[in-house]
């Protein structure tokens, strides 16, 4: 009985974590709920780009400490990350993919941005979110991110509370033990608004610039930065940055007119010192 128990729990995990990994990083409504398992059919992520997160909500941080979510907002964009800690797979991912992503950036957790990871299990403690954090402090190896980086819990009205804002979708379901969720990171707004979704469990460190960067209003990176984000434009049905082909042919007439510009005021320049010579 016990064997058919594991078996069966093994069984939902696998299904859970293939099919939430095949819709998480697909674009929204990608796949019809009917396609998916019973247990499944409710899990799903919904862009609510522009709409404010409950700043107001309750969380223990992993030191034990009320905190409010708003604490974590006000001054710089906001990495968000919904999982659990103790899940066997998928949060992993996601969370090994964030910082893979942000291993390539110069931008420092806690410098130009935070990040806020919520367990989504009302059921884990401040100490599993303490040690969840030491985990990925090690990972990311940034000193920095000892103040930039936020592992919280909390109860189940505060975490629903959240995950309903983000439009995080997902189930329990009490046979396994296991959560049935999808796969995405967020970029929020110092002011607490949905700015950025990327789905799956890797993140193109670019795009993961570029929406830093936007959701800072253009405060913070490079001349360069601001000029690719000219012509590449985020596409909330992908989750990703695109060319943007009109900002591409209107940056490339621009660049042709200062060229010509440039080569015109070079030759009339020699052809005045020519003719100067010439007089001379």
């Not at 909500?57 to 919904?82: A, H, N, W």
């Not at 940056?251 to 070079?266: E, N, P, R």
Request: hydrophobic share 45%; charged share 25%; aromatic share 10%.
């Amino acid at each position: 009985m016990r064997r058919t128990a594991r078996v069966r729990a093994l069984r939902t995990l696998g299904a859970t974590a293939v099919a939430a990994m095949a819709f998480g990083s697909s674009a929204p409504g990608a796949r019809a709920g009917e396609d998916r398992p019973p247990a499944l059919r409710e899990v799903d992520i919904d862009q609510r780009l522009g709409e404010p997160l409950p700043l107001d909500l309750v969380f223990r941080d992993e030191e034990g400490r009320q905190v409010r979510l708003g604490e974590y907002f006000g001054k710089k964009p906001v990495i968000l990350t919904l999982v659990y800690y103790e899940c066997p797979m998928l949060c992993t991912l996601v969370l090994n993919g964030l910082v893979s992503a942000l291993d390539v950036l110069t931008f420092d957790a806690g410098r130009q941005f935070e990040i806020v990871t919520v367990s989504i299990d009302p059921g884990e403690t401040p100490e599993l979110a303490a040690r969840k954090k030491k985990e990925y402090l090690e990972r990311y190896g940034r000193e920095t991110a000892r103040q930039g980086w936020h592992f919280l819990t909390g109860d189940e009205a505060a975490i629903r509370d959240l995950a309903r804002a983000a439009g995080f979708r997902y189930t329990y379901d009490p046979a396994t033990g296991l959560f049935a969720h999808g796969s995405a990171i967020m970029v929020a707004t110092p002011e607490g608004k949905l700015a950025r979704y990327f789905y799956g469990v890797q993140y193109a460190p670019r795009d993961l610039r570029f929406a830093i960067i936007e959701a800072s209003e253009n405060r913070i990176g490079s001349v360069v930065d601001h000029v690719l984000l000219f012509c590449y434009k985020y596409d909330p049905a992908t989750g990703k940055y695109g060319a943007a082909v009109l900002n591409i042919v209107r940056a490339g007439g621009v660049l042709t007119i200062l060229c010509l510009g440039t080569y015109l005021l070079v030759m009339w320049r020699r052809e005045a010192r020519a003719a100067g010579a010439s007089a001379a």
